[in-house]
């Protein structure tokens, strides 16, 4: 059964540069799968990794970005039609990742546990009734609306665990499964706008299913350092045809697992000690990075 990788990257040069170094980081570990991404511009990836046999791109016009996030004019929503998309074109193992993942661990042991019949979700983040402050909201919400809404596969409970969807592993034989997803989230962002809905629709559909796991111990997912935007836009100004070494080169200098925990750290201090830190210009930054040049 083959097995590939889902992006969906387009528009902002910044979500494109988060794609190619996810993908760079991917192409250093022993490479199994083929890279899709579906993309409105394949010459920004090509210019760094050149005609990779192990990428490919499917272009995406602007209307067609815009057509998936549906009436609802959900930015998540394009996420399950990828998927849908994908799993009618790859026959075999689907891993979605967002752009602002890295790569970790080889993925053999993920591929063949999806080629089993299981799947994955980035990492859990909790139950509604008690997890963080949005997933309470979503669960007040949720029981004051007391089935008025007729959701699909029926009520969502209070113990349900929330789980990130900055990665998503499943077979393209789930694709009823996607079909569900996409139901569930037009309907849940409809009660209840929310940016997090999409990936609640997935923690129901694939936990009703069967059993979910994290792929956070092969995936990263930084959703919690926009400041690196801006060092990636460094990384990858050079201009010019250059070798894949190279870039993997000054793309090594970047430990992002390393600076997302540092900014987490820091925002665990109570808010009186951030302000303290902040106004000893102490607090948390993104430290200068000194790339190889190429």
Same mark, same amino acid.
């Given at each position: 059964m ?18 190619l ?59 399950i ?6 799993a ?15 790569f970790?661990?080889? =993925? /053999? !042991?993920? *591929?063949g546990?999806? +080629? ?7 990492v ?5 009734? @008690?997890?963080?402050?949005l ?9 004051q ?34 079909a ?16 997090v ?13 069967g ?20 060092? =990636? /836009? !460094?990384? *990858?100004?050079?201009a +010019?045809p ?12 970047? @430990?992002?697992?390393a ?33 190889p040049?190429?």
């Amino acid at each position: 059964m083959a097995d590939f990788i889902l992006y969906q990257a387009y528009g902002n040069p910044d979500v494109l540069n988060e794609a190619l170094f996810s993908i760079l980081s991917y192409l250093r570990q022993p490479v199994g799968a083929r890279v899709v991404v579906y993309t409105d511009n394949p010459a920004h990836f090509r210019r760094v990794l050149g005609d990779s046999a192990a990428v490919e791109y499917v272009p995406i016009e602007p209307t067609q970005w815009q057509a998936w996030r549906g009436e609802i004019d959900f930015v998540h929503r394009v996420k399950i039609e990828v998927l849908i998309h994908a799993a009618a074109r790859y026959a075999g193992n689907l891993l979605y990742v967002d752009t602002d993942t890295v790569f970790v661990q080889p =993925l /053999a !042991e993920v *591929f063949g546990a999806l +080629g089993r019949g299981e799947r994955f979700m980035h990492v859990g983040e909790g139950r509604l009734r @008690d997890g963080n402050s949005l997933n309470r909201k979503i669960n007040q919400a949720l029981q004051q609306d007391a089935g008025r809404t007729v959701l699909a596969g029926g009520p969502i409970p209070p113990d349900t665990q929330m789980y990130n969807a900055g990665a998503l592993g499943l077979r393209s034989t789930d694709a009823p499964l996607l079909a569900q997803v996409l139901t569930l989230t037009e309907q849940l962002h409809r009660l209840y706008p929310k940016h997090v809905m999409e990936q609640l629709a997935f923690s129901v559909v694939l936990a009703r299913a069967g059993v979910v796991r994290a792929a956070a111990p092969w995936v990263y997912h930084y959703w919690n350092l926009k400041e690196i935007r801006p060092v =990636l /836009a !460094e990384l *990858f100004a050079p201009a +010019g045809p250059r070798p894949l070494a190279a870039w993997q080169a000054r793309a090594g200098a970047l @430990d992002v697992p390393a600076l997302a925990e540092g900014k987490a750290k820091f925002r665990q201090n109570p808010g009186w000690r951030r302000a303290v830190l902040r106004w000893l210009k102490r607090d948390w930054r993104m430290p200068a990075v000194a790339f190889p040049a190429l």
